[in-house]
């Protein structure tokens, strides 16, 4: 069975960082585009990053404005493992949320257009709070 798996949530302090990893079993992510999404309680789910496996990263118009500048995404296509991070710098109350990574295996083009994912995470919780 193929799936996605996130870790590093947790709660942290406003402005401290925090890194989140997705891990793949059943999945040879190298060729799949990944996105990094959250929701907010009471909100819908939004998109954050995406980046291809050809090393392109995307901003989602989603959260753009709030996170461009302090989220990043990385990914590492060693053989047969592909480690996945989310980094979240000057973390803010508002950044609270369930953080889901998710894997496609479209073309870029409708990674970014049409957010066409294919497996998704269970999700990791993030909260921002004194």
């Not at 901003?59 to 296509?77: A, E, I, Q």
């Not at 996945?84 to 496609?104: F, H, I, R």
């Amino acid at each position: 069975q193929s799936r996605l798996v996130e870790s590093g949530g947790g709660l942290v302090q406003p402005g401290g960082s925090l890194r989140l990893s997705c891990k793949a079993s059943g999945l040879a992510l190298d060729n799949f585009g990944i996105g990094w999404f959250r929701q907010a309680p009471g909100k819908e789910r939004e998109g954050l990053l995406c980046s291809s496996s050809s090393g392109d990263i995307f901003h989602y118009g989603d959260s753009v404005d709030s996170v461009k500048g302090r989220f990043t995404t990385s990914r590492d296509n060693a053989k047969n493992t592909v480690d996945l991070q989310l980094q979240m710098n000057s973390l803010k109350p508002e950044d609270t949320a369930v953080y889901y990574c998710a894997a496609s295996r479209s073309t870029w083009s409708r990674v970014i257009v049409s957010y066409d994912f294919h497996y998704w995470g269970q999700g990791t919780q993030v909260t921002v709070s004194s």
